[in-house]
């Protein structure tokens, strides 16, 4: 499942959080403590890749402001390579509102669960495939180019250093660093980075001014192998809101692995349950789209406002996938507004689009870019086979806080 762009954004700065937290770590031995946490990072990308046969990945984000929850989600990861199997299960709750999304894979079957209505979507494959286990990022084409990028950001922050050598030969990492000590680059990063993620005017927290990282803090448990089996991170920000009120904005990132060649896998029973399945001929075994003609149809999700206090439907995002092939996808998209929201909109966006899927090698295989016609406004869409979901954006400002997940209309 993709992450929607303000949950990739926060979750962005909080990784910046934690690797910064991270970082505080100095001089063990003769290496120091950023470079041990980076050889342990891939050397545990490595055996989850390569080496376990199976494990458990359990990442929690929060933030507050000034003590309340504005956001949190949990992502619970499971691994079977034995089963070629995933399960992965995603919680989260926004200004109150929670969401979960329930999926599974393995050889000849994928399984989703839509939220909304309670209904299992199952993907029957007539001929198994092995599928992709588990990517190791440091494999990536641009791997290098990001740490280095982390290396010169981190710069100094490598002098501070608490390190406890465990009698099993583990280590526990940690570090503490407070607002002395911050560069001004990482202030100017995290102020962007704030500014961007609270600019939702859906959001009761708006930050735009005087903005700085009070203090952050990072601890890290790596195992006798060398593998990091967990890392928390802690950062606090003060800012301003327009009319100067003083938030304290908190964000935490906790990551575990565990499990490692324990994990149980197991496909879900649904006896009982409401599903609607389908049996796909030819299993996607490689990049791209398996039956492409899948996605051709309506997909929607709701504009959210808020009104006397609560938050209320203000109308509903539309895609129309009208033909969709192993090459191109078209399709058109508009907005449509309930009575009394509309008037205090921008005008409606109404366009077709057409596109050819992504075929370079550092392009997402199941996505593909447009422009919407007659401007210059980029946009792009993924599809979503597991969830059977669409992903679309466009670039640049839209009338409201823009979702981009979009839900299969079934008739």
């Given at each position: 499942m993709k992450i929607q762009k303000k949950t990739a954004m926060l979750l962005s700065f909080a990784l910046g959080t934690?690797?910064?937290?991270?970082?505080?770590?100095?001089?063990?031995?003769?290496?120091?403590?950023?470079?041990?946490?980076?050889?342990?990072?891939?050397?545990?990308?490595?055996?989850?890749?390569?080496?376990?046969?199976?494990?458990?990945?359990?990442?929690?984000?929060?933030?507050?402001?000034?003590?309340?929850?504005?956001?949190?989600?949990?992502?619970?990861?499971?691994?079977?390579?034995?089963?070629?199997?995933?399960?992965?299960?995603?919680?989260?709750?926004?200004?109150?509102?929670?969401?979960r999304f329930y999926s599974y894979m393995d050889a000849s079957t994928t399984i989703s669960q839509n939220p909304s209505d309670d209904i299992y979507y199952v993907n029957q494959y007539s001929e198994p495939t092995k599928r992709a286990f588990f990517t190791d990022p440091f494999k990536s084409s641009n791997s290098e180019d990001i740490e280095k990028i982390a290396d010169a950001v981190v710069g100094g922050l490598k002098d501070y250093v608490v390190v406890k050598d465990n009698a099993d030969g583990s280590k526990e990492l940690s570090g503490t660093l407070t607002e002395v000590q911050i560069p001004p680059l990482v202030n100017a990063v995290a102020s962007l980075q704030v500014k961007q993620l609270f600019s939702n005017p859906n959001q009761t927290t708006h930050i735009t001014k005087d903005i700085y990282v009070k203090e952050i803090k990072g601890t890290a448990l790596i195992n006798k192998d060398g593998v990091l089996e967990s890392i928390l991170g802690t950062g606090i920000l003060s800012g301003k809101d327009a009319q100067g009120q003083v938030h304290e904005l908190t964000f935490e990132l906790l990551g575990k692995l565990t499990g490692i060649n324990s994990t149980a896998v197991t496909k879900p029973d649904l006896t009982g349950k409401k599903v609607v399945q389908?049996?796909?001929?030819?299993?996607?075994?490689?990049?791209?789209?398996?039956?492409?003609?899948?996605?051709?149809?309506?997909?929607?999700?709701?504009?959210?406002?808020?009104?006397?206090?609560?938050?209320?439907?203000?109308?509903?995002r539309i895609i129309d996938i009208t033909h969709m092939d192993g090459k191109t996808v078209a399709g058109s998209y508009h907005e449509e507004y309930a009575a009394g929201f509309a008037a205090n909109q921008k005008p409606p966006q109404d366009f077709k689009f057409t596109a050819t899927l992504n075929k370079g090698p550092n392009q997402d295989p199941q996505g593909a870019e447009f422009t919407v016609p007659g401007t210059n406004t980029k946009g792009n869409i993924h599809f979503d086979e597991a969830l059977g979901q669409v992903y679309f954006n466009i670039n640049g400002p839209s009338s409201q806080a823009f979702n981009s997940v979009f839900n299969k209309v079934f008739k």
């Open positions: 934690l690797l910064l937290a991270g970082t505080a770590i100095a001089d063990i031995s003769s290496q120091s403590g950023y470079g041990q946490l980076k050889d342990s990072l891939k050397l545990t990308a490595a055996k989850c890749s390569d080496s376990y046969n199976s494990f458990t990945m359990d990442f929690s984000t929060a933030v507050t402001d000034n003590g309340k929850t504005v956001t949190s989600s949990d992502s619970v990861q499971k691994y079977d390579r034995a089963k070629n199997a995933v399960e992965s299960v995603n919680t989260s709750e926004n200004n109150g509102q929670k969401s389908q049996v796909i001929s030819k299993p996607n075994s490689g990049p791209g789209i398996s039956d492409p003609q899948k996605f051709v149809g309506t997909f929607k999700n709701d504009i959210v406002s808020q009104k006397d206090g609560e938050f209320v439907k203000a109308g509903e």
